[in-house]
């Protein structure tokens, strides 16, 4: 009988051979049952693992049976031989099929079959633990063993087993780490916003926290950054985050008000302080008391000035204009600036004591050609602001946005921001990159679906070329090549400047 037990040592060696294939769980039942079939003749076999939520047995996998009487067989624990070969541990031999009640015939096999099969459940069983069952029907020749067949059966099972419980855990920890990965991806992909300030940029999600830490404190903030990247936004959010938000909130543009008129409006004056003065008037440092001035442009500040708004830092002091009234004023500062104060202070322009004391707590916004990412999101927001206020429902294209992406935005979110409610009042439903203000545009390589041909960049190349042959002909004297181009002498030294053309002196 020794040719018996290496045919079944050849079966377990295939099923191990299946297993070493790194094919998933159902993959590998699947290979099995062929296996089953072809090393040890098997006419029909099926897997089923047991459903702990459903608390049934439902077959995986099948072989020499038909689909739908694989759907159709679902076994309560204890039903049947598959059942009862689960609940009980042990297997369990049918040789009589064609009469034994305890079969179902769930799967409808009985009506294929010769008469002559065995049928045999065995238990899928890891560490003590049942897991499911594993069925066979097989013609036993009369020198098979049927012993043997089961204990090699009862062998697969238990490899079976195992890896279930492995592939049980690969796909646990898959999934644990897809989440894992979702939930990271969502973090990252959040928009972070606090009082209108809207990013996703590491740079944004920053500066945000940075907001939320200072605005409880009454510490003097700097910020600085390009023209439009949200420097009055931040002010206001960190005025609006604090204790003071309840108090005023009074901006001084230094740039905008003349250098007269500045020191009247920031300290007040008193009745015939100077000409025109018939009255006495409270200055911005006064009238917002017990909130937060916030001094826009600090860089143009004159530096008479700048030495006496030190003094409120210093000592929250200030004196009327004409009057000798010292008056205490409780307010917080923010300053912003788009210019470097530290190169003003080498100039000689910015007084060094008060830059020290205004960058308590600087704050640098970055521009937004460098924190690209930020786009999508703002061109979202703006969408939905314009959008309302137009009572409209303009989309954005993705090729579109790609552009938007794309270019440089030199006036930074507020360039963005006009150009988004333009394009809401100018078109209606989805908005096409070839929809996009040429300049937008221009910075498009060719290629990509939907790029235009880039008509500025081929008429300033165009005008350029004009310029240098009318140059030319004229012996570089200027007011002769405006001339034949049709340009003021301005507009030509504009343009030689804009193209860096080469004077060439004779
Ligand atoms: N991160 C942002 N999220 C949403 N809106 C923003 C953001 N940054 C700027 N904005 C919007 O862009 C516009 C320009 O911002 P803001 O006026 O604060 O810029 P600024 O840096 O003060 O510019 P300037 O130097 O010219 O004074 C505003 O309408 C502001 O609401
Ligand atoms: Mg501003």
């Avoid at 009988?1 to 045919?7: L, R």
């Avoid at 065995?122 to 097989?138: H, N, R, S, W, Y």
């Avoid at 006496?308 to 912003?336: C, M, P, S, T, Y």
């Avoid at 794309?406 to 360039?415: F, I, M, Q």
């Amino acid at each position: 009988m020794a040719g018996i037990e290496i045919k079944e040592l050849t079966l377990v060696n295939e099923v191990a051979k299946v297993l070493s294939r790194g094919l998933d769980f159902e993959e590998a039942v699947s290979e099995i049952l062929k296996v089953l079939y072809s090393f040890w003749g098997a006419e029909a076999s099926f897997i089923a693992i047991y459903d702990r939520n459903e608390k049934v047995l439902k077959i995986v996998k099948a072989f020499g049976l038909s689909d739908r009487d694989v759907r159709r067989a679902i076994f309560r624990k204890g039903e049947g031989i598959t059942g009862k070969a689960f609940k009980t541990g042990i297997p369990i031999v049918i040789t009589d099929l064609a009469s034994n009640p305890a079969f179902l015939n769930k799967t409808r096999i009985r009506d294929r079959l010769k008469g002559d099969e065995v049928f045999i459940a065995v238990p899928i069983k890891v560490g003590g633990d049942t897991v499911g069952v594993m069925a066979v029907f097989k013609t036993f020749s009369s020198k098979e063993s049927v012993e043997k067949g089961i204990e090699s059966l009862m062998v697969v099972g238990t490899m079976i087993g195992m890896f279930y419980r492995l592939s049980e855990r690969i796909e646990r920890e898959r999934r644990e780490w897809e989440e894992e990965r979702k939930m990271l991806q969502e973090e990252l992909r959040k928009t972070y916003s606090i009082h209108g300030i809207i990013g996703v940029s590491e740079s944004v999600r920053n500066l945000i926290e940075v907001v939320k830490k200072v605005a409880s404190t009454d510490s003097t903030v700097l910020i600085t950054g390009e023209s439009g990247t949200g420097k009055s936004l931040i002010a206001k959010a960190i005025h609006f985050l604090s204790g003071r938000k309840d108090k005023p909130f009074v901006t001084i543009n230094c740039a905008a008000i003349p250098d007269t008129l500045l020191e009247a409006e920031l300290f007040g004056y008193e009745r015939g302080a100077f000409t025109g003065a018939h009255t006495s008037k409270k200055g911005k440092f006064e009238l917002a008391d017990g909130g937060t001035v916030f001094l826009d442009e600090i860089g143009d500040m004159p530096l008479y000035l700048q030495a006496k708004i030190l003094r409120v830092i210093q000592d929250r002091e200030i004196e009327h204009l004409g009057g000798e009234r010292v008056i205490k004023v409780d307010v917080r500062i923010i300053a912003a600036t788009n210019r470097d104060l530290e190169v003003l202070v080498r100039e000689g322009k910015f007084r060094e004591d008060l830059y020290y004391r205004l960058n308590v707590i600087p704050i640098h916004v970055p521009p937004l050609r460098e924190r690209k990412e930020d786009i999508p999101v703002l061109v979202e927001h703006f969408l939905e602001k314009f959008n309302d206020k137009y009572g409209k429902n303009v989309k954005i294209s993705p090729e579109a946005m790609e552009a938007l992406m794309e270019y440089n935005w030199p006036g930074n979110v507020r360039e963005l921001e006009n150009t988004v409610e333009r394009i809401v009042v100018m078109h209606e439903g989805t908005v096409r990159a070839v929809d996009l203000p040429p300049h937008i545009l221009a910075v498009r390589r060719r290629g990509g679906t939907e790029t235009l041909q880039n008509l500025p960049e081929t008429i300033q190349a165009t005008e350029k070329e004009k310029i240098i042959e009318a140059l030319e002909k004229t012996g570089y004297v200027k007011s002769r090549a405006a001339k034949i181009l049709g340009y003021t002498l301005r507009q030509l030294d504009y343009r030689i400047k804009k193209y860096g053309i080469e004077i060439k002196k004779f």
